[in-house]
């Protein structure tokens, strides 16, 4: 055989194993702590996504993998891993179930060059006031929460006088502040509020502090509070008989929450997620339908809206560096920017000034137990009670202005 010929192979070869060099993206999602099962289903979503992707060809010829680091929802940790998986060549990171690690680890990953998709992070801070151009946030923002929310208790609750338990960290101030503005109930002597510590609030501040609910006249009780952190206090509501006495309202809830409080417990709360299992049903999605059929065969449990989100983020990551033909950051920012599709339920879009994920929000509420029981996994906790389109409930351009400059920011993402 001809030398030229000999390496004319050899460069083939060479060609073909480097296009087939897996593509690493990086998962920082907390696999203990107060939200570890929501990053368990932001695990389970990814890796069902990558496989349905390679199974597909991969991503510009190359499969996707996944190299995953725990944050335990902390800050410092979630910036660390940053490191470690942009040193171990990942060409973009998402997840997270606090805005305090996404806000962190987002502002990082803008240093090293590489986007960072949020998962879980509700605060307004997220895309507001600490927002970036390697920053896109996937869920909805608190005020979107708040909106749709509001309009449910104004119609339904009107007039009322509500007490406000919050995490204090970020998350928690903008969605109590949010909720506050969207139901009117922003003075403070009325409507009174008390904050608990985050992360590592005890028992007893939860306790102490509900029994000052339980004290006021406040006909709703607001729990600005998510995980592990919901479900102790709730316990302890129930143990008081506050969920019988008052409405009880948690601006954010998913299903691993209701799973692990128990129906019971939980029976008549309200709140919002942006997407659960019976949506793709309601909004006529049969990729959406889709999912949930795989999910459900894969792992015996139905999706959650963490699962969603963390489907979506690597599907719409693969979708803009195929139409890029590009892993480069810019690149698949340029193609993101604007971007409308729909996925898991209606139409969305990652709006170009904020990247703030724009997309239709429901107000739900919690079934009674008997109900929940007739769903072949007992997983049918959400009624939906109200929904608001993604442009009804995000905050305009003029807003976001507003709440950049208060915050001393550029009105462009930098």
Known sequence: MKRTTLLALALGLCLSAEAADP???????PRTGSYKEEGLAQMRGALLAIDEINAKGGVLGRPLRLSSRNSASRPEKAVANVDKLADEGAVIL????SSAVAIAAGKRARER???YFGTLTYSNDTTGKDGHRYMFRECNNAWMSAKVLGEYLNKHLPNKRYFYITSDYTWGHTSESSLRQATGTQDSARH???K???PGARLSDYRDALTQAAASDAEVLVLVLFGEDMVRAMRIADEMGLNKRMQVAVPNLTQS???????DIMRGVLGTEPWTWRVPELEGS???KQFVQNFDERYQTHPSSSAASAYSIVYQWADAATRARSLNSEQVIAALEGHRYRLLKDEQEWRAFDHQNVQTVYAVRVKPREEVLKDRFKQDYFEIVHRLTGEQAAPSHAQWQLERTAGGQKL???
Do not use: R, S, V
């Open 113 to 115: 060059g590489l986007l």
């Open 23 to 29: 593509i690493t993206l990086g998962l920082n999602y």
């Open 257 to 263: 929450m209701i799973e692990t409080a128990g129906p």
């Open 286 to 288: 049969e990729a959406g």
């Open 94 to 97: 998402f997840g997270g179930a």
């Open 412 to 414: 462009a993402l930098q």
């Open 196 to 198: 608990t510590a985050f």
């Open 192 to 194: 009174p509020g008390l």
